[in-house]
């Protein structure tokens, strides 16, 4: 390549160009296209006159994994794949670069490279615009499962405060009323009687309610409210479901509580709607700051067709909430056959004791 440049390489936007590693760590640029001005605001021969130029460009926070990078295609003899930041003095800039180059050994024990550098810029900026995006998105997603929660607990107050006090109040009124009904009168007592099973049902019902919007036994921390939730799937569902826990106590932000709660929640829904499974194991554990919480079913298992699908948002949901705890979500396949949902959430570090000295 140190001939003259053919049209087809002059007529490249990006820089073509040969890079030489000696033996000592000289550098030298043999070749450099007519793209070098363009891409980095050098003129190729003023490059190539000082080649440890280009190692300046680089911006410091990138050269490390630039040097580290060269030196391992060197030392493998396989291709170097580079990516960075340069700063272009020319405008008071910085660009995004690749390089990719294919080395090979010289006699005298330097190693070249044949190779390309382009302007990545814009796809480097759209990446960052998607990622910047995405975190905006997660952010509001996580506001919105806040304000759901607590929305949810003020419904659920209001209707055990406001409904159910007064449907109790309603039956003892009811009760007073009966208790003065005249005895001869059976279908006045019916028609008391039907409205008191009423009022019942009724209240059956605010109790219901209110534990589906939030069950109470969340107050009280995660491994309670996951107690409970164990035995009401077990009951409605009809599948054995079991609690292992590693700890008798655990202290969490009563926002994690609720999301890994709801997480679980969700799994066992899913589990009972999908599985077909027979019998279900939830396990918390704590080790080294980390909290993983496993739902393991021994069901059908779950299909890579089955995460694929459009309208599976309960797993997007669940993902959501890791994500939101700045912990992560992995569907696997359980130990004895079936679905395993783990969550792993980092715990935060227990407060210094105080000390307070005597003088």
């Known amino acids: 390549m140190n001939h003259a440049p053919t049209s087809l390489v002059s007529h490249t936007p990006a ?14 640029f043999p070749y450099l296209s007519e793209g070098c001005l363009a891409l980095l605001g050098l003129p190729g021969p003023e490059l190539q006159a000082t080649p440890s130029r280009f190692e300046q460009l680089i911006l410091p926070e990138d050269r490390v994994s630039y040097l580290e990078s060269m030196r391992s295609s060197a030392s493998s003899l396989w291709s170097w794949n580079w990516e960075g930041r340069i700063w272009v003095e020319a405008w008071k800039d910085v660009k995004w670069i690749n390089l990719r180059a294919t080395p090979r050994q010289l006699p005298d024990g ?11 810029t814009d796809s480097k900026q759209e990446q960052q615009e998607v990622r910047a995006s995405r975190a905006r998105l997660a952010e509001l997603t996580a506001h919105i499962e806040r304000v759901k929660e607590q929305e949810r607990e003020r419904i659920s107050r209001e209707i055990h405060d406001d409904l159910g006090g007064n449907l ?35 209240i059956d019902a605010v109790h219901r309610l209110t ?28 599948i054995a479901c079991t609690l292992q826990a590693s700890m008798k106590e655990l202290e969490l932000d009563p926002e994690q509580a609720t999301a890994l709660f709801r997480i679980a929640q969700e799994a066992l829904t899913n589990i009972a709607k999908h599985a077909h499974a ?26 890579a067709a089955d995460r694929a699908k459009p309208d599976s948002f309960g797993l997007r949901g669940m993902a959501e909430r890791a994500r939101a705890l700045g912990g992560t979500l992995n569907l696997g396949h359980a130990a004895g056959g079936g679905t395993e949902v783990a969550i792993k959430i980092k715990l935060p570090a227990p407060a210094p004791e105080v000390t307070i000295g005597h003088e």
């Open 15 to 28: 820089l073509v160009y040969q890079f030489q590693l000696a033996p000592g760590g000289a550098v030298a």
């Open 110 to 120: 330097a190693v070249q490279w044949d190779g390309i550098m382009s302007n990545i």
């Open 168 to 202: 109790t109040a309603i039956k003892m009124a009811l009760a007073m009323l009966v208790a003065r009904l005249p005895q001869g009168d059976p279908l006045l007592q019916e028609k008391a009687a039907y409205v008191d099973s009423l009022v019942d049902r009724t």
């Open 211 to 238: 534990l589906d919007l939030r069950p109470s036994v969340l107050d009280f921390g995660l491994l309670p409210a996951l107690e409970w939730q164990v035995k009401e799937f077990e009951a409605q569902a009809g």
């Open 278 to 303: 027979s019998a279900v194991t939830v396990k918390l554990a704590r080790s080294r700051g980390v909290l993983t919480l496993k739902i393991s079913d021994n069901g059908r298992g779950m299909q």
